[in-house]
Nanobody, 123 residues
């Protein structure tokens, strides 16, 4: 089965940090853009950040600018999301997926969604 496996979530206090991982299982993601998404309770899923095949990054959610950083290790077939200065509003299930192109600007859809990892920011 082709999918991503997300990990690294947990409970953290406001102002804290977490690093999420997104490992591809059963396929290679190196030639495609990878995106991180999140869905909070009662809200629609939103894009958080994207990294292209070449390593260019795009922040999709204004609320995370300057706090979240996406990266990837092609040798490990894994993408990461470093989250700093976490806020209560960052609480959500975080997912990653692979674009159908190498380009974050024109992904033409997303596939291989994982099960997600829960991030809870609370004091």
């Amino acid at each position: 089965q082709f999918q991503f496996v997300e990990s690294g979530g947990g409970l953290v206090q406001p102002g804290g940090s977490l690093r999420l991982s997104c490992a591809a299982s059963g396929f290679s993601s190196e030639d495609y853009a990878i995106g991180w998404f999140r869905q909070a309770p009662g809200k629609e899923r939103e894009g958080v950040s994207c990294i292209s095949r070449s390593g260019d990054t795009v922040t999709l959610a204004d609320s995370v600018k300057g706090r979240f950083t996406i990266s990837r290790d092609k040798a490990k077939n894994t993408a990461y999301l470093q989250m700093n200065s976490l806020k209560v509003d960052d609480t959500a299930v975080y997912y990653c997926a692979r674009a159908n192109t190498h380009n974050c600007a024109l992904p033409y859809g997303w596939r291989y969604w994982g099960q997600g990892t829960q991030v809870t920011v609370s004091s």
